[in-house]
């Protein structure tokens, strides 16, 4: 019996991880942003990814992963900046219901690592205020495990840390900011390379946000540079092609689903503190693929 | 002798304060909108020779430098360090209103 776990695996979380975890500035926590990084300066942020899995078949699969998100961000002109993203997982576990009775399959370590390049292709600046729009261009290298075993043999290909594969992935982020919010929106494409007969189904990412500055209420009586705390509402729109298997695809991976993701945000001159929780509103998954449950997100950035 | 002191004393601040005025300049700066941008601008402009002191408006989205006593700064200066750091300068003049150049852009 397969116990294999077919969307949303390790890649579809590397990407959520690589969107949520590379930012610049206040920004939103799902997803990029369009603002700039100065030229010569560092951002740091990790983010710490708390998700819930499960489905209501007859194997009760349920899988949970902790994992961090590292991001490294360096402006190398006003306009291009290159962000270095690594993820590891502190667990991945897998529950299911097997004929032998209830097991449990977990793994941890290092995930692919992605690094891709952001430039300012259009920029409208005004006073309290900016438009832009950057694509986006990356590569996921196999950093991660993708052959680690446990005592019920080689763990299945989505419970991996890493996927054996070199993948690319790219897009477009555009934000309008002002001083009272910003808008933040994001279209991007994952092409998941091929890896011993097995490739990730693709992925396409819609993402949107609204961050309202709830404080200070009004910048009238205030001067300086003061912190500001935003309300954060952000939506993701996900669609995973089915999984890639020898000359055949897997009729139970892949899917679309929809998730809205409520947050708060402190920003400082030099630090941000974020979290958000991403709740499925809407969910297509392909057969039996496994769909999400929740996905927790804490964290923080710092500029040098 | 306290009055001396005093008038010694009021005469030290208005000096000081006068060079202060006199090494002092405003940026107006667009797509200057959240507290972290703000470092980014600050970054830059520590680079300039003889920066001092740099102050942050963001709700008014201008930025006064201070500079060092006989050092200058222009406005050519004050463009290269803001669009090095991500945004655009809209007016430059050296504090109390005195024109450093074109004022607008």
């Not at chain 1, 832009?132 to 446990?150: E, K, S, Y």
């Not at chain 1, 690319?168 to 494409?189: H, K, N, P, S, W």
């Not at chain 1, 994952?190 to 910048?219: C, K, V």
Request: charged fraction near 20%.
């Amino acid at each position: 019996m397969r116990t294999d776990i077919h969307p949303m695996g390790t890649l579809a979380l590397v990407g959520f991880l690589l969107a949520g975890a590379s930012t610049a500035h206040a920004a939103p926590n799902t997803f990029n942003t369009a603002l700039p990084v100065a030229e010569g300066q560092s951002i740091w942020r990790e983010q710490l990814v708390l998700r819930e899995r499960s489905d209501s078949g007859p194997m009760d699969r349920k899988v949970s992963v902790q994992a961090l998100g590292s991001v490294l961000a360096y402006g190398v002109t006003p306009k291009l900046a290159v962000f270095g993203v690594v993820p590891y997982f502190f667990n991945k576990e897998l529950d299911v219901t097997t004929p032998m009775g209830r097991i449990n399959r977990d793994t941890g370590g290092i995930g692919d690592v992605s690094i891709f390049g952001r430039y300012t292709a259009y920029q409208d600046d005004f006073i309290g205020g900016t438009f832009r729009i950057a694509p986006f261009l990356g590569v996921t290298a196999p950093t991660g495990d993708d052959n680690d075993r446990d005592r019920f043999g080689e763990l299945p290909r989505p419970l991996q840390a890493g996927d054996g594969a070199w993948d690319g992935f790219g897009g477009v982020v555009t934000t309008y900011q002002t001083l009272q919010y910003q808008v933040d929106a994001q279209l991007l494409y994952r092409e998941n390379g091929r890896h011993d007969g097995f490739a990730r189904g693709d992925e396409t990412h819609f993402d949107a946000s609204l961050q309202y500055r709830i404080w200070p209420r009004s910048l009238e009586s205030v001067s300086g540079t003061p912190g500001f705390v935003y309300a954060l509402l952000e939506s993701n729109l996900v669609h995973r092609e089915r999984d890639e298997a020898g000359s055949s695809t897997d009729a139970n991976s892949g899917g679309t689903q929809w998730l809205l993701a409520p947050g708060l945000q402190y920003i400082s001159r030099r630090w941000v503190v974020e979290g958000t929780v991403q709740l499925p509103v809407a969910e297509d998954p392909n057969g039996d693929a496994i769909a999400d449950d929740y996905i927790v997100r804490v964290g923080f950035r710092r500029n040098f | 002798m306290f009055t001396r002191l005093s008038l010694l004393l009021a005469g030290l601040i208005f000096s000081v304060a006068a060079l202060a005025a006199d090494n002092q300049y405003v940026l107006g700066v667009k797509g200057l909108a959240c507290p972290f941008c703000a470092y980014g601008i600050e970054k830059r402009l520590n680079k300039v020779d003889g920066v001092t002191d740099i102050q942050v408006d963001i709700g008014d989205g201008v930025v006064r430098v201070t500079l060092q006593e006989g050092k200058t700064f222009t406005e050519e200066q004050a463009d290269q360090a803001v669009k090095e750091a991500g945004f655009t300068l809209h007016s430059f003049s050296r504090a109390e209103g005195e024109p450093g150049g074109n004022d607008a852009y």
